[in-house]
């Protein structure tokens, strides 16, 4: 693997191009072994660990635990580790019952105040480690970033935001959502599938495939996604270091 400043190290073999790559952004390593389990352990390892902050390691599952096996010998274990299924969309949502006078909108600006508890709430139940304390200005950037630069979507009944969703990654041809919230009384009535399903929809109209990570544990959101369309496509597994 060669080194390319601090960030990447890409493997190369016989001037055949990139075979597998190991990336390294806002504390977190993301493993790209291409499905390879014979990676060698990179030479460099130990020299770069010295220079850059870590604090995950997150990818597919089988390629995560081969990167933790090559940091155990520099004294890097896991404090946690949370599993997700990858899951997918390529067509057509199937339509789902909401609960009458439940209305969706685009987020908007003049929304932050009546959508930060929501977003908080979902920070701390889905996204901080355990143990984490949830900083509120940083979420508060979270929710701003999520409104200007990604698309958010919002449910609403009676007035009031009960629900939201939003994408948090965009390629050529796919987007992943995520940021899937809805407050604990309106659980259980089809807020969350109705979401899903209208946002994937019109990602879909726009010739966008549609991608996302669920807890595996997340028995309720699990259904609601399949009840969506959506099927499980690989393992996938953050470590906190």
Same mark, same amino acid.
């Given at each position: #693997?060669?080194?390319?400043?601090?960030?990447?190290?890409?493997?190369?073999?016989?001037? +055949?191009?990139? $075979?597998? #790559?190991?990336?390294?952004?806002?504390?977190?390593?993301?493993? !790209?072994?291409?499905?390879? #389990?014979?990676?060698?352990?990179?030479?460099?390892?130990?020299?770069?660990?010295?220079?850059?902050?870590?604090?995950?390691?997150?990818?597919?599952? @089988?390629?995560?635990?081969?990167?933790?096996?090559?940091?155990?010998?520099?004294?890097?274990?896991?404090?946690?580790?949370?599993?997700?299924?990858? #899951? +997918?969309?390529?067509?057509?949502?199937? $339509?789902?019952? !909401?609960?009458?006078?439940? $209305?969706?909108?685009?987020?908007?600006?003049?929304?932050?105040?009546?959508?930060?508890?929501?977003?908080?709430?979902?920070?701390? /139940? /889905?996204?901080?480690?355990?143990?984490?304390?949830?900083?509120?200005?940083?979420?508060? &950037?979270?929710?701003?970033?999520?409104? +200007?630069?990604?698309?958010?979507? !919002?449910?609403?009944?009676?007035?009031?935001?009960? *629900?939201?969703?939003?994408?948090?990654?965009?390629?050529?041809?796919? &987007?992943?959502?995520?940021?899937?919230?809805?407050?604990?009384?309106?659980?259980?009535? *089809?807020?969350? =599938?109705?979401?899903?399903?209208?946002? =994937?929809?019109?990602?879909?109209? @726009?010739?966008? *495939?549609?991608?996302?990570?669920?807890?595996?544990?997340?028995?309720?959101?699990?259904?609601?996604?399949?009840? &969506?369309?959506?099927?499980?496509?690989?393992?996938?597994?953050?470590?906190?270091?």
């Amino acid at each position: #693997m060669n080194f390319i400043k601090d960030h990447a190290w890409v493997l190369t073999s016989g001037g +055949t191009g990139a $075979s597998a #790559m190991l990336l390294h952004s806002k504390g977190a390593l993301f493993p !790209v072994f291409n499905g390879k #389990m014979d990676i060698p352990p990179p030479f460099f390892l130990e020299r770069a660990l010295k220079n850059i902050t870590l604090y995950s390691l997150q990818g597919l599952t @089988e390629e995560v635990k081969l990167l933790e096996a090559m940091l155990q010998p520099f004294g890097i274990h896991a404090r946690e580790n949370v599993n997700f299924k990858l #899951m +997918t969309l390529e067509e057509g949502p199937a $339509s789902v019952k !909401v609960p009458a006078g439940l $209305s969706f909108r685009f987020a908007a600006k003049n929304d932050m105040t009546e959508l930060l508890p929501l977003q908080a709430a979902y920070e701390e /139940e /889905e996204v901080l480690p355990t143990g984490a304390i949830l900083d509120i200005r940083v979420c508060r &950037c979270n929710l701003e970033r999520i409104i +200007t630069k990604e698309r958010a979507l !919002v449910a609403v009944l009676g007035g009031r935001i009960v *629900g939201k969703i939003n994408t948090n990654a965009k390629s050529y041809s796919r &987007c992943q959502i995520g940021g899937v919230y809805v407050l604990p009384e309106h659980r259980g009535k *089809g807020v969350a =599938s109705g979401l899903t399903s209208v946002f =994937s929809r019109l990602l879909l109209s @726009e010739n966008k *495939g549609v991608n996302l990570f669920v807890n595996v544990n997340n028995a309720a959101a699990r259904k609601a996604y399949r009840r &969506c369309g959506f099927h499980d496509l690989s393992d996938y597994k953050i470590v906190y270091i």
